[in-house]
């Protein structure tokens, strides 16, 4: 069967005339969204493959690393440098917090809101694994060539 066919009895949607998908010539596997989603699959398997013995998931490495490059900051402002929507870096905080991995403290200036900081134990724990964050990336990109790691990485950044 070729790329992009379904058989017959699949279940997809068709007239009398034949597959409407194949008649407007959809191929899932030549769409954007779909291409990423299965390269950020593949990324993830890895992250998860290579952080395990750490229990960290890619949003809690995030959190974590833009917490170790700034200091201290806000969990509004940490949220927006991780690219994470207030629900998803409230969940985040929650869990580092539960496993000791940063501290809040009241911000000096404004009682009202809290800072974020690594803890000892959120440093030790950082620099033990940056090792593997750049081998995530490392066998991620593997099956490319370097000039195409370097293309695909600049074009994923204007994307952002």
Known sequence: ???????????IASTRSGNVVARAGYVLEDQVGHLLRRAHQRA?????????????TP????ALIRLAEHGTLSQNH???????DPATIQ???????????????????????????LSAKGRLLIESVLAAGFEVSRAT??????????ALLALLGRLV
């Open 44 to 56: 993830t398997q890895i992250f998860l493959a290579k952080f395990a013995p750490s229990a960290l």
């Open 91 to 117: 969940g985040v905080i929650r869990r580092l917090a539960a496993r000791r991995l940063i501290e809040r403290v009241a911000d000096g200036k404004d009682r009202r809101r809290a800072v974020l900081s």
């Open 1 to 11: 069967m070729r790329r992009g066919s379904t058989p017959p009895d699949s279940g």
């Open 78 to 84: 940490l949220g927006r440098l991780t690219a994470m």
């Open 59 to 62: 949003t809690q490495f995030a």
């Open 141 to 150: 990109l593997a099956p490319l060539r370097p000039a195409e790691r370097r």
